[in-house]
Protein backbone atom coordinates (compact mmCIF):
# COMPACT_ATOMS: atom_id res chain seq x y z
CA UNK A 1 0.00 0.00 0.00
CA UNK A 2 1.36 3.69 -0.88
CA UNK A 3 2.45 5.57 2.05
CA UNK A 4 0.68 8.99 2.74
CA UNK A 5 2.04 12.12 0.56
CA UNK A 6 2.59 13.64 4.08
CA UNK A 7 4.15 10.60 5.61
CA UNK A 8 6.83 10.24 2.57
CA UNK A 9 7.39 14.52 2.60
CA UNK A 10 8.08 14.00 6.36
CA UNK A 11 10.57 11.17 5.79
CA UNK A 12 12.41 13.48 3.29
CA UNK A 13 12.47 16.44 5.38
CA UNK A 14 14.13 14.20 8.44
CA UNK A 15 16.77 12.48 5.38
CA UNK A 16 18.03 15.72 4.85
CA UNK A 17 18.11 17.11 8.22
CA UNK A 18 20.21 14.27 9.00
CA UNK A 19 22.22 15.10 5.98
CA UNK A 20 22.87 18.75 7.10
CA UNK A 21 23.75 18.08 10.36
CA UNK A 22 26.08 15.31 9.33
CA UNK A 23 28.26 17.75 7.30
CA UNK A 24 31.03 19.08 8.83
CA UNK A 25 32.01 22.87 8.92
CA UNK A 26 35.11 23.73 6.22
CA UNK A 27 38.32 24.32 8.98
CA UNK A 28 39.78 27.57 8.67
CA UNK A 29 42.82 26.68 6.20
CA UNK A 30 46.05 24.99 7.59
CA UNK A 31 49.19 27.43 7.72
CA UNK A 32 52.19 26.23 5.68
CA UNK A 33 55.03 28.90 5.54
CA UNK A 34 58.18 27.95 3.43
CA UNK A 35 61.50 29.39 3.86
CA UNK A 36 63.18 28.73 0.67
CA UNK A 37 65.62 30.60 -1.83
CA UNK A 38 66.65 30.64 -5.27
CA UNK A 39 70.29 29.93 -4.62
CA UNK A 40 69.55 26.80 -2.65
CA UNK A 41 69.99 23.55 -5.14
CA UNK A 42 67.68 21.72 -2.27
CA UNK A 43 64.97 24.17 -2.60
CA UNK A 44 62.90 24.04 -6.02
CA UNK A 45 61.46 20.15 -4.91
CA UNK A 46 60.25 22.00 -1.70
CA UNK A 47 59.22 24.88 -4.08
CA UNK A 48 57.35 22.37 -6.28
CA UNK A 49 55.61 20.78 -2.88
CA UNK A 50 54.19 24.37 -2.36
CA UNK A 51 53.02 24.57 -5.59
CA UNK A 52 50.87 21.12 -5.09
CA UNK A 53 49.99 21.82 -1.33
CA UNK A 54 48.86 25.25 -2.19
CA UNK A 55 46.24 23.93 -4.55
CA UNK A 56 44.49 22.03 -1.82
CA UNK A 57 41.66 24.69 -0.43
CA UNK A 58 42.26 23.40 3.43
CA UNK A 59 46.05 24.72 2.62
CA UNK A 60 47.15 28.80 2.99
CA UNK A 61 50.54 28.37 1.81
CA UNK A 62 53.12 31.08 1.92
CA UNK A 63 56.89 31.01 0.52
CA UNK A 64 59.35 33.19 2.36
CA UNK A 65 62.71 33.96 0.21
CA UNK A 66 65.27 34.32 2.96
CA UNK A 67 68.43 36.58 1.71
CA UNK A 68 71.48 34.55 3.51
CA UNK A 69 72.03 32.48 0.49
CA UNK A 70 72.65 35.41 -1.74
CA UNK A 71 76.26 35.69 -0.70
CA UNK A 72 76.74 32.58 -3.51
CA UNK A 73 76.68 35.08 -6.38
CA UNK A 74 72.69 34.51 -7.06
CA UNK A 75 70.87 37.55 -5.41
CA UNK A 76 67.61 35.80 -5.54
CA UNK A 77 64.97 38.74 -6.52
CA UNK A 78 62.17 37.42 -4.15
CA UNK A 79 64.32 37.97 -1.13
CA UNK A 80 63.67 40.01 1.88
CA UNK A 81 65.22 40.85 5.00
CA UNK A 82 61.67 40.35 6.79
CA UNK A 83 61.46 36.84 5.62
CA UNK A 84 65.11 35.74 7.07
CA UNK A 85 63.94 38.09 10.45
CA UNK A 86 60.98 35.88 9.94
CA UNK A 87 62.64 32.94 9.90
CA UNK A 88 65.13 33.49 12.80
CA UNK A 89 62.38 34.21 15.76
CA UNK A 90 60.70 30.61 14.55
CA UNK A 91 64.44 29.50 15.28
CA UNK A 92 63.63 31.03 18.58
CA UNK A 93 60.06 30.61 19.40
CA UNK A 94 60.48 26.70 18.74
CA UNK A 95 63.73 26.03 19.81
CA UNK A 96 65.37 24.92 16.64
CA UNK A 97 69.65 24.76 16.77
CA UNK A 98 69.49 26.99 13.31
CA UNK A 99 67.78 27.95 10.21
CA UNK A 100 68.10 26.22 7.40
CA UNK A 101 66.10 25.76 3.94
CA UNK A 102 63.96 24.38 2.67
CA UNK A 103 62.59 24.97 5.62
CA UNK A 104 58.40 24.50 6.15
CA UNK A 105 56.18 25.69 9.57
CA UNK A 106 53.18 24.16 10.22
CA UNK A 107 50.48 26.65 11.77
CA UNK A 108 52.91 28.44 13.63
CA UNK A 109 53.94 25.09 15.89
CA UNK A 110 55.72 22.26 13.99
CA UNK A 111 58.93 22.59 11.68
CA UNK A 112 59.71 19.96 8.93
CA UNK A 113 62.03 19.87 6.19
CA UNK A 114 60.51 21.28 3.01
CA UNK A 115 59.90 17.73 1.42
CA UNK A 116 57.77 16.35 4.52
CA UNK A 117 54.26 15.58 2.37
CA UNK A 118 53.44 12.89 4.23
CA UNK A 119 53.45 14.10 7.63
CA UNK A 120 51.39 17.70 6.08
CA UNK A 121 48.77 15.56 4.99
CA UNK A 122 48.29 13.97 8.23
CA UNK A 123 48.33 17.47 9.95
CA UNK A 124 45.71 18.56 7.73
CA UNK A 125 43.40 15.77 9.21
CA UNK A 126 44.13 17.19 12.42
CA UNK A 127 41.64 19.44 14.72
CA UNK A 128 42.97 23.48 14.91
CA UNK A 129 41.51 26.45 16.37
CA UNK A 130 39.48 28.72 14.63
CA UNK A 131 38.62 32.57 14.52
CA UNK A 132 37.35 33.33 11.89
CA UNK A 133 38.56 35.99 9.51
CA UNK A 134 36.56 37.98 6.97
CA UNK A 135 38.35 39.81 3.57
CA UNK A 136 36.64 41.80 1.53
CA UNK A 137 38.02 44.29 -1.77
CA UNK A 138 35.57 47.35 -2.18
CA UNK A 139 36.45 51.00 -3.93
CA UNK A 140 40.45 49.80 -4.05
CA UNK A 141 40.50 49.13 0.33
CA UNK A 142 41.39 45.93 1.82
CA UNK A 143 38.72 45.35 4.75
CA UNK A 144 39.32 43.03 7.41
CA UNK A 145 37.17 41.77 10.10
CA UNK A 146 37.83 39.25 13.05
CA UNK A 147 34.87 38.45 15.39
CA UNK A 148 34.31 38.70 19.05
CA UNK A 149 35.65 35.57 20.41
CA UNK A 150 36.73 36.44 23.90
CA UNK A 151 37.93 32.39 24.89
CA UNK A 152 40.29 32.52 22.21
CA UNK A 153 42.80 34.90 23.57
CA UNK A 154 45.01 37.35 21.88
CA UNK A 155 46.96 37.45 18.48
CA UNK A 156 48.86 39.39 16.28
CA UNK A 157 47.20 40.26 12.92
CA UNK A 158 49.08 40.45 9.56
CA UNK A 159 48.22 41.07 6.23
CA UNK A 160 51.13 39.02 3.68
CA UNK A 161 50.88 40.27 0.16
CA UNK A 162 51.83 37.57 -2.40
CA UNK A 163 52.45 36.22 -6.27
CA UNK A 164 50.69 33.43 -6.58
CA UNK A 165 53.14 31.69 -9.02
CA UNK A 166 56.44 33.15 -11.19
CA UNK A 167 59.04 31.77 -13.11
CA UNK A 168 63.14 32.41 -12.50
CA UNK A 169 65.89 31.89 -14.60
CA UNK A 170 68.74 31.36 -12.69
CA UNK A 171 72.54 32.30 -13.74
CA UNK A 172 74.68 32.10 -11.48
CA UNK A 173 74.81 29.87 -8.11
CA UNK A 174 73.72 26.38 -6.79
CA UNK A 175 70.83 26.60 -9.71
CA UNK A 176 72.67 28.04 -12.43
CA UNK A 177 71.11 27.06 -15.62
CA UNK A 178 67.59 26.20 -14.25
CA UNK A 179 64.28 28.31 -14.49
CA UNK A 180 62.88 27.78 -11.27
CA UNK A 181 58.80 27.93 -10.75
CA UNK A 182 57.82 29.46 -7.23
CA UNK A 183 54.07 29.60 -5.65
CA UNK A 184 52.77 32.07 -3.38
CA UNK A 185 55.93 34.79 -2.99
CA UNK A 186 55.29 36.70 -0.49
CA UNK A 187 56.24 40.04 -1.93
CA UNK A 188 55.03 42.29 1.14
CA UNK A 189 53.60 41.91 5.39
CA UNK A 190 51.88 44.34 6.63
CA UNK A 191 51.50 44.45 11.12
CA UNK A 192 47.59 45.40 11.20
CA UNK A 193 47.59 45.15 15.01
CA UNK A 194 46.88 42.96 18.28
CA UNK A 195 43.25 41.10 18.32
CA UNK A 196 42.00 40.50 22.01
CA UNK A 197 39.60 38.54 21.30
CA UNK A 198 36.92 41.44 20.42
CA UNK A 199 35.64 42.16 17.52
CA UNK A 200 37.89 44.45 15.41
CA UNK A 201 38.35 45.72 11.89
CA UNK A 202 41.35 47.14 9.82
CA UNK A 203 41.74 48.32 6.19
CA UNK A 204 44.30 48.64 3.96
CA UNK A 205 44.59 50.62 0.52
CA UNK A 206 45.60 48.29 -2.07
CA UNK A 207 47.91 51.35 -3.37
CA UNK A 208 50.19 50.33 -0.53
CA UNK A 209 50.78 46.73 -1.55
CA UNK A 210 53.60 45.60 -3.83
CA UNK A 211 52.59 45.96 -7.63
CA UNK A 212 53.44 42.18 -8.10
CA UNK A 213 51.23 41.11 -5.53
CA UNK A 214 48.04 39.51 -7.02
CA UNK A 215 47.00 38.23 -4.06
CA UNK A 216 46.71 38.40 0.15
CA UNK A 217 46.23 36.42 2.90
CA UNK A 218 45.35 37.58 6.80
CA UNK A 219 47.34 35.34 9.53
CA UNK A 220 45.87 35.69 13.19
CA UNK A 221 48.60 34.08 15.14
CA UNK A 222 49.59 34.04 19.13
CA UNK A 223 51.96 36.89 20.61
CA UNK A 224 55.59 36.01 19.54
CA UNK A 225 55.03 34.30 16.44
CA UNK A 226 53.48 31.71 18.39
CA UNK A 227 50.80 29.25 17.07
CA UNK A 228 48.35 30.18 14.38
CA UNK A 229 44.69 31.06 15.36
CA UNK A 230 42.94 31.98 11.82
CA UNK A 231 44.13 32.29 8.67
CA UNK A 232 42.09 33.47 5.49
CA UNK A 233 43.43 34.70 1.70
CA UNK A 234 41.56 36.02 -1.16
CA UNK A 235 42.67 37.66 -4.81
CA UNK A 236 43.29 40.96 -5.62
CA UNK A 237 43.56 40.94 -9.13
CA UNK A 238 43.82 38.35 -12.39
CA UNK A 239 47.15 36.16 -11.49
CA UNK A 240 49.59 36.17 -13.61
CA UNK A 241 53.24 34.56 -13.86
CA UNK A 242 56.17 36.81 -13.59
CA UNK A 243 59.64 36.18 -15.77
Known amino acids: MPRPLHRILFWLSCVAGCVCLAAPAAARPLVIELFTSQGCSSCPPADALLGELARDPGVLALAFHVDYWDYLGWTDRFAMPAATERQRRYVAALRLASAYTPQMVIDGQTDLPGTGAAAIRSLLRSPRPEVPIA ?14 QPSAGSGDVTLYAYLPEARSTIGRGENAGRTLREFNVVRG ?3 LGRWEGKSRRFTVPVR ?15 PGQGAVLGAASRPLRQAASTR
Do not use: G, K
Not at 135 to 148: K, M, V, Y
Open 135 to 148: ITLEDAQLEIELPS
Open 208 to 222: TLPEDAAAVAVVLQR
Open 189 to 191: SVP
